[in-house]
């Protein structure tokens, strides 16, 4: 190997791909060699090669559980003698890295944008020419079978969560004040919330803040809820889990009301949903989350309500006042996170085959509330298949 070889890919001509990460709060290192530990760990993608360094703790987990081609123990690189001698953090984990590249005969390797300075520093000292990483953002984009099914996985629970919730809406009773009553006791988002959560505990699921925004709160898109919940009034029930085995998310909302609500709220109803069957029905690869985004505008421009694309407003808000109408974008991937690429918004680019995203318009009254309703798609090669089977019904 010359030295103008070292350091470089020989089947992709690239710099190999270096992580040192966790991969409970960076979805890329599981993403690689499919591997869930709580401390860092150190992972390299060399062509087809993935391999994991692991403390003796990890090893034998990574054998059995890891996609990696070879799992080797960080003993081989020195890691007793270095601790012997004194080292420990970044001085420690630079001098296991160097010497495992060494190893592979590799001076020169590519890093995720979060790699952390002080060890790259370190790793630069040792001799370790770094990169910055430029494409990971589309590596996890086009989902494989086994990644749709596990999205499938947790819109399953997802919908399973809302059913309970709505049961315990539907089975509420309504007292004189219009307060909704469950079990003797008044029904509040926090109860209602505790109920869909919950569920998704025991279907193995965490949710953070599940979104279940009553009346006016609803206006606010991201208003969790909070307080009584009440008859003839919209409640907006977004659910965003994340599984706790496979890590990938799903995301839905549907707007419910115990009882018929108000006129306005039932035409902004109708609007919504007038506007995602649109969305959904445009999905399809070649097509742009841009084009998919301002066709779900212009529809619900048109029934009379304002959006945020330049000329399409009517009505400025009061000072203090949130804004009116369709105010965030149609829709957004979803997979080891819940919001990543790619966007089905005023930025979004080209679909392709293979991308799972969300299309969720919503419409927006401060006096009144919201409505919003959120499917769950994957793109494939002629169109889209929608990942969500839970019914869109306004009143129950």
């Not at 290192?29 to 993935?50: K, M, N, T």
């Not at 947790?154 to 004189?176: L, M």
């Not at 115990?258 to 902004?268: C, L």
């Not at 609007?271 to 029905?281: E, F, L």
């Amino acid at each position: 190997m010359t030295a103008s070889d070292r350091g470089v890919d020989r089947v992709s001509g690239s710099a190999p791909l270096l992580f040192y990460a966790d991969g409970y709060k960076f979805p890329d290192v599981y993403h690689l060699p499919r591997f869930l530990a709580p401390d860092p760990i150190i992972a390299l993608e060399q062509g087809s090669e993935v391999v994991l360094v692991a403390s003796s703790l990890e090893e034998g987990r990574a054998r059995k559980e890891s996609r990696a081609t070879a799992v080797l123990n960080m003993n081989e690189f020195g890691l007793k003698e270095l601790s012997s001698a004194g080292a420990s953090g970044d001085e420690l984990v630079a001098k296991i890295i160097a010497r495992f590249l060494e190893s592979r005969g590799i001076t020169r390797v590519s890093v995720p944008a979060y790699f952390a300075v002080g060890l790259a520093d370190r790793l630069r000292s040792l001799g370790i020419e770094l990169t910055v990483a430029s494409d990971l953002g589309s590596r996890r984009r086009a989902k494989r079978p086994d990644e749709i099914a596990a999205l499938e996985q947790t819109q399953r629970a997802t919908e399973d969560a809302w059913v309970k919730g709505v049961e315990a809406i539907t089975r509420a009773s309504v007292r004189k004040d219009g307060t909704l009553e469950l079990d003797g006791e008044v029904f509040t988002a926090e109860r209602l919330r505790g109920i869909v959560e919950g569920r998704l505990l025991e279907l193995g699921c965490n949710s953070e803040g599940a979104i279940l925004a009553p009346g006016p709160q609803a206006a606010d898109p991201h208003m969790i809820g909070s307080g009584p919940l009440h008859a003839n009034e919209p409640i907006v029930m977004d659910i965003f889990p994340q599984h706790k085995t496979t890590r990938y998310f799903a995301d839905m909302t549907r707007t419910v009301s115990k009882g018929a609500p108000s006129d306005e709220i039932v035409k902004m109803y109708e609007v919504v949903k007038r506007a995602q069957d649109a969305g959904i029905k445009a999905l399809r690869p070649g097509v742009t989350g841009r084009e998919v985004h301002e066709l779900v505008e212009d529809i619900i421009f048109e029934a009379g309500y304002d959006t945020l694309r330049p000329g399409q407003q009517r009505v400025a808000p009061k000072n203090g006042e949130l804004p009116r109408g369709f105010i965030h974008g149609t829709g957004h991937g979803v997979g080891l996170e819940i919001h990543e690429a790619p966007s089905v918004g005023r930025s979004g680019k080209a679909l392709m085959a293979g991308d799972v995203v969300t299309v969720e318009p919503g419409v927006y009254d401060p006096q009144i509330g919201g409505v919003r309703l959120e499917d769950m798609l994957v793109i494939t090669d002629s169109g889209s298949r929608n990942l969500t089977r839970a019914p869109r019904q306004l009143i129950v």
